[in-house]
């Protein structure tokens, strides 16, 4: 094979690859979110069920139903199941829901983490 079409191949595998993903980040996407719409109930001040999501390491540890978030696995996660409104449980945040796009954005940082 001559040079030129070692090249090419090259470039073409290179051009084939997916590029990389890149990870959802907590601080700047997902904080927002549940700040606008959970630390109403789930903040510093008041602390629904013991569940704080105003920080990351708070969130992680969950309140007085265990861990709300499942590492790798979102739709065991019951703060997933909660904002998706799947299963029997009552839908949140009450009073209102989140946007597509942002509960695909905590789906997506919640497998990812």
């Not at 499942?70 to 199941?81: D, T, V």
């Not at 829901?97 to 789906?107: F, G, N, R, Y």
């Amino acid at each position: 094979m001559n040079w030129r079409l070692r090249i090419a191949a090259v470039l073409c595998i290179g051009m084939s690859m997916a590029p990389a993903q890149r990870k959802v980040d907590f601080e700047a996407e997902i904080q927002p979110i549940l700040e606008k719409s959970c630390w109403g109930c789930h903040g510093a001040k008041v602390r629904m069920g013991q569940l704080r999501l105003d920080a990351k390491a708070a969130a992680m540890a969950g309140g007085q139903s265990g861990k709300v978030l499942r590492p790798g696995h979102a739709a065991q996660s019951i703060l997933y199941q909660r904002i998706a409104g799947l299963g029997d449980q009552a839908r949140m945040p009450m009073g209102g829901k989140l946007t597509a796009s942002q509960i695909e954005l905590i789906e997506t940082w919640t497998q990812e983490h």
